[in-house]
């Protein structure tokens, strides 16, 4: 289910006063809305069809740094603008802000009026064309993990991030008392998620203190990420309508389990479960198991995508369910792909490698172009590791570092293959940059470790 607007019901509210604002939304490299505030009749007399936008908002960083060595633009060219285009189907409310409207829209050269390549939007498209081509649909869903703090964004920053307090002071994972505690914040995030049209299953607590996951319905690919990111941008203002703070860093703490972001997925024929076949052991067709075996085979080249930043590699720990080996295994969370549904229609396969961090745009692009040339290759699935596969040798790993990661990226010739050589050098100098600002830093750590004592 995407937008629940139409232009026309739109005209309605905008005359009774109902709606008075419409935010036109790009999503960013990072996976933030970027974008602006219309006036709702400004917006329906002349930005409906279009609006423009700077093209250095997918040439920055998490702290909107303009770093060089980017082709798509620099200082050089002067940074000139992208045609933003609404997508009016992803037109719906935003009853946590009071008269206001939100679409997302798409890239669009200023001149040529083609599709930006590396736009997040338009790279998960790319592979959802790839996939129809083929006569399939994918269905995925993503798990929404977080961290809800008692203070607010800005007395956080202003005290540097250093007096972090979760709102709740247990393990809550599944804890139907501890999680009533943080009711004033999810209970609206629930409701006011499902207002705008977004299919919400439930929120549960997690498995550390003050950590909480939004779960959503599965849908298409695109509505999938669609969903993800204004459910992501949702939990942030609400959380800050309340005085709170959420975060999606995938680890805040050392000594505290890291926040991921689980992606399902399936494919799909005539309206028929591609994933399934009843005969299987484990009810999963030939198809499913070439596109997992293409999960595996290509999980190193990927992996950015899933962890794109510093911290997020950070999360990857035995003993923490977040993953470390590439391998797929029968409903085990130690393992990065879980089978779900077992010998069921809803069969499907879960990556859990993935951080709270990452864009769900191009985490589902990437294991998307994954699966498919393992289709395209008929690659034969390795028979389900068991056990605690944090010890199991002689398996793939899963890169440990950015800038590991970022070598993976950058040799991947599926990759290459699949977006293209520009949106791949786009990508890793986008990873390098990151590296880079990393790089230069003293921390804490260091001053603390060898200030007295180097």
């Known amino acids: 289910m ?8 739109l005209e309605e509210l905008a005359a009774t006063g109902e709606i008075d604002t419409v935010l036109v939304a790009l999503v960013d490299m990072q996976g933030r809305l970027m974008g602006k505030r219309f006036h709702v009749s400004n917006f329906i007399d002349h930005s409906v069809e279009e609006t423009h ?6 040439a920055t ?6 770093p060089d060595g980017y082709k798509s633009t620099s200082w050089e060219t002067g940074y000139g603008d992208y045609t933003l285009k609404p997508d009016l189907s992803t037109l719906r409310r935003v009853p946590w802000l009071e008269g206001t409207a939100l679409v997302l829209g798409d890239l669009e050269d200023h001149h040529t009026h083609a599709p930006v390549p590396h ?10 064309e790839r996939l129809a081509a083929m006569g399939y649909e994918a269905m995925m869903a993503t798990e929404l993990e977080f961290f809800l703090f008692e203070k607010d964004y800005r007395t956080l920053q202003k005290e540097g991030y250093r007096e972090l ?3 709740s002071g247990h393990n809550e994972d599944y804890n139907l008392f501890q999680t009533t505690k943080e009711e004033g914040i999810l209970r609206p995030l629930r409701n006011h998620l499902v207002g705008a049209g977004i299919p919400v299953e439930n929120t549960k607590g997690e498995a550390e203190l003050g950590q909480q996951e939004l779960n959503i319905r599965y849908a298409g690919a695109l509505d999938c990420a669609d969903h993800h990111t204004i459910a992501k941008h949702a939990t942030k203002e609400i959380a800050w309508q309340n005085g709170r703070s959420a975060s999606f860093l995938p680890k805040w703490a050392s000594d505290k389990v890291g926040s991921s972001s689980h992606v399902h997925m399936s494919l799909w024929k005539d309206g ?21 075996a ?15 930043y510093i911290n997020s590699y950070k999360r990857f720990a035995k003993g923490t369910f977040a993953p470390t080996k590439a391998v797929w295994s029968v409903d085990n969370r130690t393992a990065a792909f879980r089978l779900c549904g077992e010998g069921t229609k809803g069969v499907r396969m879960e990556c859990r490698i993935g951080g709270s961090d990452l864009n769900p745009y191009l985490a589902q692009a990437a294991l998307l172009a994954a699966g498919i040339k393992g289709i395209e290759e008929g690659l034969e699935l390795a028979p389900a590791t068991r056990g605690d596969v944090y010890d199991a ?15 993976t990226l950058d040799g991947s010739s599926l990759l290459r293959e699949a977006f293209g050589d520009f949106v791949v050098d786009h990508y890793v100098r986008n990873a390098k940059w990151e590296q880079e600002e990393y790089d230069r830093v003293v921390t804490d750590w260091e001053i603390e470790r060898g200030f007295e004592r180097a």
């Open 165 to 167: 307090v979760p709102l």
């Open 393 to 407: 040798l002689d398996v793939t790993e899963i890169p440990t570092s950015l800038r590991e990661a970022t070598e």
């Open 53 to 58: 936008c700077c093209n250095y908002l997918l």
């Open 61 to 66: 960083d998490l702290v909107m740094s303009t």
């Open 294 to 308: 293409g999960l595996l085979k290509y999980a190193r080249d990927y992996t950015f995508f899933l962890a794109p």
């Open 2 to 9: 995407p937008g629940n607007l139409t232009i026309e019901t």
């Open 272 to 292: 028929e479960a591609a994933f399934f076949d009843k005969d299987d052991a484990h009810g999963m067709s030939g198809v499913m198991k070439s596109f997992t």
């Open 119 to 128: 736009s997040p939007r338009q790279m998960l498209k790319t592979q959802v």
